[in-house]
């Protein structure tokens, strides 16, 4: 077109072209002026509604008069070529700059300062850009900022009703240009003064680190990646960048537009400050930030964001989770929570600062996984959460294989941002262990997510999970571990006798230790079995040990270790325990639970009451403090209440024995003899179809007073090992019987002298 004539503008030469159209140098030959006129494509006013409904838009952005915003002049129509005239500006644009190389961060910090301003008078006069891109915005040789093509991204046509057609038909269908845009942009077509500042965002952290912040070359994982993935900090690629604009960058290129800045010029306070601040202040503010993370003792892995769209994926998304956890976990000077109470915040939407309340952390790490084929995807983001801080972030993409290599990657980058100290011997725990078979990993994770949910389903579930994984990888350590955990659960939850579950038990604990013998969680196991159905105090005190010196950070270990210790009337070490057990793990009903039954076996009546009653305010379903409190009403005297708990109890666990022994004790200890002989006779008519433990019908023959009978179930208890034994030292409803000879060798017998 060049030398053609327009109306009054006669074209000098192309400047530019792009997705919005073509720009020329032309003369306005009216007024002797340069100006540039921009050729709209074809179609883009396909229609006189269309036309009208752009001059007015026009209109008002000819109103901007701004010495940071291009002046548009003029929109006509010409031998079906529509044009925009806008005022002439000399210079190169950003992106002409960034070619050329990254621009040092008090040049860029000037520009987006300039940008801001412009943004900021169009904004308050209620006109969104849509379109930020350092294409359009072009900088005079004199250093003076200007911006063009404001309110022009309609032109690119209708807002997508569905990003995934845009992305994979190749329509644009969204306005904007793809990388510069925000999630709600993209996800919902919104657009406002924030998604503006997001793409000043994308503009900044092009300018300082040279590149953008997410640079898939194919449009659904670009927007899989916009959506989803958290960028690294500009200082990543440019270590010249201040921790000041990492922080900038990273807040205006939130997911959340509710967490970016609330306005312009707030925005602009802070790129002052960079544009002010030399080298020495930039050293004493990292001093500073490097203080601050120093203080960082404690964390909580957030569950990952599955970003699959499939809700079978979840147990994978929930096993990286679990996989970042155990990598953390085994740093000692680093407090970690457990998976049980990270998972209460799955799909939840609470603020980082009230997740932190409740866990008791001074960061959080959250991101997303993302798993296609054999390849995964994780972003991890460390936010200090008394500050709202962005202090690490890093995407991390890899074989399924290596995921054992990845989370200790991960782990010692986390450690490393906070200035926590790693041992030698944490250091090799964390190191490259080989890579494992991915089918082995997915039956694992299933396994693990279903024997998570403690139910007999669950359960039987995560055995063929588990089973499969060993099928698959006989020298996959932690399908043993698992294996073993679902054994002693079966017997913890009176699903079945000792004798035939524990031995499987500890001949899964022993495989996983052979295979990796710096095992925690197999540990556990074996030194659960040695104390709960070997007798073998020493042995599991040993072997409690070793796992919480491999893995501090595992409150499973804590807590069976409390067990133990208070089982053996050792009560200040084993409420210690749990205390450490609970920090780590501190929204476990469970535990809490538990700590209800320690003060009840200490004696410490109402303490136990008043423990257990705050559990069941925030559960009252909760069958293991339902159960706990009806043992504590009945040393209260509060029989009535007792009758209730238990009766709740065989509701709830639709009629489990161990519900029914605790009935028939209660009915004895009331004094109702002929209703709680009737119950031991129905026992036995149950027991011939389900597991009852003996130990729970000796307590109500000792309740009834009938002392030898009771003994005789003790025996039994005894020969099968009954798991319930360990309880013999501690448990009130043997008081009546200490002394006799025979509970001192059976005392002796379990290890409990």
């Excluded at 109306?7 to 032309?26: D, F, L």
């Excluded at 998604?195 to 640079?215: C, H, I, N, Q, R």
């Excluded at 807040?251 to 601040?277: I, Q």
Aim: proline residues 4%; glycine residues 6%; aromatic residues 8%.
């Amino acid at each position: 077109m060049i030398g053609r004539t327009l109306s009054h503008y006669r074209i000098v030469e192309q400047i530019a072209a792009g997705g919005m159209g073509v720009v020329h140098r032309a003369r306005d030959e009216r007024l002797g002026r340069d100006v540039a006129l921009k050729v709209l494509p074809p179609g883009a006013l396909s229609d006189e509604a269309a036309r009208e409904r752009f001059r007015r838009e026009a209109l008002a952005l000819s109103r901007l008069n701004h010495p940071h915003i291009a002046t548009i002049y003029d929109l006509d129509r010409q031998e079906d070529v529509d044009f925009l005239v806008m005022e002439y500006i000399p210079g190169r644009t950003v992106a002409q700059m960034i070619a050329a190389g990254r621009l040092p961060e008090s040049e860029a910090a000037s520009i987006a300062c300039q940008i801001v301003e412009a943004l900021e008078e169009a904004h308050e006069q209620g006109i969104v850009h849509g379109d930020l891109k350092s294409e359009n915005v072009l900088v005079t040789p004199k250093g003076w900022v200007k911006v063009l093509d404001f309110g022009l991204a309609t032109l690119r046509g209708p807002v997508a009703q569905s990003v995934e057609t845009a992305a994979f038909t190749g329509e644009n269908l969204v306005s904007g240009t793809l990388p510069y845009m925000a999630p709600e942009q993209l996800l919902r077509g919104q657009t406002d003064a924030r998604t503006d500042l997001y793409s000043l965002g994308v503009v900044l952290y092009e300018m300082t680190a040279g590149k953008l912040p997410f640079e898939e070359s194919l449009a659904p994982a670009l927007i899989d990646a916009i959506c989803h993935r958290d960028p690294v900090p500009p200082s990543r690629w440019n270590p010249a960048v201040s921790s000041l604009t990492d922080r900038i960058v990273l807040r205006l290129l939130e997911k959340n537009p509710e967490r970016r800045y609330p306005s312009a010029g707030e925005l602009n306070v802070d790129l002052g400050r960079v544009c002010s601040s030399g080298p020495a202040s930039f050293a004493r503010e990292e001093s500073e930030r490097a203080q601050d993370r120093r203080r960082i003792d404690s964390v909580a892995v957030l569950p990952l964001e599955n970003l699959s769209g499939d809700p079978e994926q979840d147990y994978f998304a929930d096993g990286m989770t679990e996989a970042l956890i155990a990598g953390l976990a085994k740093i000692r000077s680093l407090r970690v929570i457990s998976r049980t109470s990270v998972m209460r915040y799955k799909g939840a939407h609470a603020a980082l600062r009230d997740i932190a309340r409740a866990l008791d952390v001074s960061a959080i790490v959250e991101g997303s996984v993302l798993r296609s084929g054999n390849r995964v995807r994780i972003t991890a983001l460390l936010v200090d959460t008394a500050t709202d801080r962005h202090l690490w972030a890093e995407t991390y993409e890899r074989d399924v294989g290596d995921i054992l290599a990845l989370q200790g990657e991960v782990a010692k980058a986390i450690a490393s941002e906070i200035q926590v100290t790693i041992t030698p011997q944490e250091e090799a725990g964390m190191a490259r262990r080989g890579a494992i078979n991915p089918d082995a990993f997915h039956a694992y994770l299933k396994g693990r997510y279903h024997w998570e949910k403690r139910s007999e389903e669950g359960l039987a579930r995560a055995l063929r999970f588990f089973q499969e994984a060993i099928e698959i990888d006989p020298t996959y350590a932690p399908a043993y571990a698992g294996l073993a955990d679902y054994y002693i659960t079966l017997g913890n939850f009176s699903l079945a006798d000792s004798m035939s579950i524990y031995p499987k038990a500890k001949a899964a604990a022993l495989r996983g230790l052979e295979i990796d013998p710096g095992s925690a969680e197999a540990y556990t196991s074996l030194a659960t079995v040695e104390g709960s159905f070997e007798w073998d105090r020493e042995g599991a005190e040993r072997d409690y040990r070793r796992a919480i010196a491999l893995n501090p950070n595992y409150a499973t270990a804590h807590h069976w270790y409390a067990d133990h210790l208070v089982s053996l009337a050792r009560f200040e070490e084993g409420m210690a325990e749990i205390a450490v057990a609970q920090s780590v793990d501190p929204l476990s009903l469970v535990m809490n639970a538990d700590v209800g039954g320690y003060l009840l076996y200490a004696g410490r009546f109402e303490e136990a009451l008043a423990q257990i009653e705050r559990i069941l305010a925030t559960d009252p379903d909760y069958v293991p403090a339902q159960r706990q409190i009806g043992g504590v009403y009945e040393e209260l005297g509060k029989l009535d209440e007792a009758f209730a708990a238990f009766e709740k109890t065989r509701q709830l666990t639709g009629g489990a024995t161990y519900s029914l022994t605790a009935l028939a004790h209660t009915h004895a200890r009331a004094g109702h003899r002929d209703e709680a002989l009737k119950m031991l006779a129905d026992l036995e008519t149950v027991a011939k179809k389900k597991y009852v433990s003996h130990y729970g019908v000796a307590a109500v023959h000792v309740a009834l007073g009938n002392f030898d009978r009771a003994f005789q179930y003790l025996d039994r208890a005894a020969q099968s090992h009954d798991r319930a034994l360990i309880w013999l030292k501690v448990s009130p409803r043997w008081k009546s019987v200490r002394s006799d000879p025979r509970f001192l060798k059976l005392l002796k017998m379990v290890g409990a002298e």
